[in-house]
């Protein structure tokens, strides 16, 4: 399966996460240092993508529903400042 994954973007850098979402696995800081290679390899942007797939914590207790809620706001912040039309940097 990890093939079609990595078939489907065209030979792009890829980096993957599979992770519950809770806050203890250090998602927010996978973002942001996901953006900040991005800051430093301008050139390699195009040629990279990051796919984040999170199972959902409990999403009655309020903590996951803030860490679901950050996580979500950090992809829209990277994707608009470094995407376009064509590339969406996290998936």
């Known amino acids: 399966m990890f093939a079609l994954v990595r078939e489907s973007f ?14 203890s696995k250090g998602i927010p800081e996978r973002i942001k240092a996901f953006e900040r290679f991005l800051e430093m390899n301008p050139g390699l942007a195009r040629q ?10 409990w ?7 803030e860490i679901e809620s950050a996580v979500a ?19």
Not at 48 to 57: K, L, R
Not at 59 to 65: F, G, L, N, V
Not at 73 to 91: C, E, M, S, Y
């Open 10 to 23: 065209g030979g792009s850098r890829l980096v993957l996460s599979v992770n519950r979402l809770d806050g």
């Open 48 to 57: 990279s993508d990051a796919v984040t797939a999170h199972a959902e914590g």
């Open 59 to 65: 999403s009655d207790i309020k903590q996951y529903a």
């Open 73 to 91: 706001g950090l992809i829209g912040k990277v994707n608009g400042r470094f995407g376009d039309a064509a590339w969406t940097p996290i998936r």
